[in-house]
């Protein structure tokens, strides 16, 4: 070979070697724009912190987020931006204790001092409270004009939601800690005294007979109570069983066992029935009961669930959030958090927002495709 033909040789592999290197320095390039751009599109819209660390709960109304805090202090926030609302802090020396409902710019909240209190947004101040024996940890339900919620004190109560006039009282014979349910003039609520409880809403009279039933459970029932189909109500209990109930007669439609404690809501999407106890297991049933899938997360739940369009959310103590297709359990959606997840998650059109342990709240995107 001559020389000419050695040189000509060796530049071509030199002029290989730089394209090689010049590509390999792109796709370097590439790759760290693109996980530069997953990173951005994975982190927070927004994240709330609030002056002083606590467990929050939060309700979303249109655009306004209702924040409330276990130290006693209460916020509106634009969930464009997450910024505070002028004129709408409330801070006050009573630990709110569950997730507020709201309705037309009001916001109807429990707290530990044993009181209800109906606080307007807008101007930042309480408009009425009704006074209980007990706690009131659970979200109030609202019925026309009407509110209803359980206290501590073993009581179910239904006021005036103009004015906080009470209409009547029940006694369920133990603590109510959480959400009860109304289907049918029915209230159903679970009690710390190892039962379920029905009482009648259908009278306004204050000495009407209320109590209809009253089912025993091997542990406390410390879960929300959600009505589902047409008079029938589920709720979960501490010795890991969800209970499908009918509501106007207390039988049995369905006893599920779990793994772990049942104390989330249960989520309604269609008709299917969402549950997850405190092992990390969820199970998506039909209304007679049968389990259409069932999935074992890394983590418990320490928020939701909550449901979707096509999808259940919720949050976990192993810092992660999660959006499981409702027909198959599948994983639509995932985000880290920066903390465990603690206290409320709810959704927006356009948001999934989530509560964690600090007192701080997440804004993320929510999925397109759900």
Known sequence: MDYRRRWQQTRLRRTRARVLI???????????????????????????????????????????LCAVWDTGRVVALDLRTGTERPGSEIRRAFPFLGEPLLTSGRALVGSEDGRLRCLDLALGKPLWECRTGGAVRGRPLLAGDRVIFGSDDGFVYCVRLGDGTLIWRAYCGGAIGAEVALTQ????????????????????????ERWRWGLVTGAPVLGPAVAYAEGRVALGSDEGAVYMLEADSGRVLHRQVMAGLVRCRPAILGETLMVADSSGQVLALDFDGRVRWSRQLADSPSAGLVAGRSAVYLATYGQEALALRVSDGALLWDRGLPAPAGGSLALSDRLVLIGLVDGRICAFPRPADD
């Open 22 to 64: 010049a590509l390999g320095a792109l796709l370097v390039v590439a790759a760290a724009l693109l996980g530069a751009h997953l990173a951005h599109y994975r982190r927070p819209l927004w994240i709330y912190v609030p002056p002083e660390a606590g467990l929050v709960h939060f309700a979303v109304e249109g655009e306004t």
């Open 185 to 208: 003039d029915r209230v159903v609520a679970g009690t710390a005294d190892n039962g379920i409880q029905c009482v009648s809403a259908a009278s306004e009279e204050p000495d009407a």
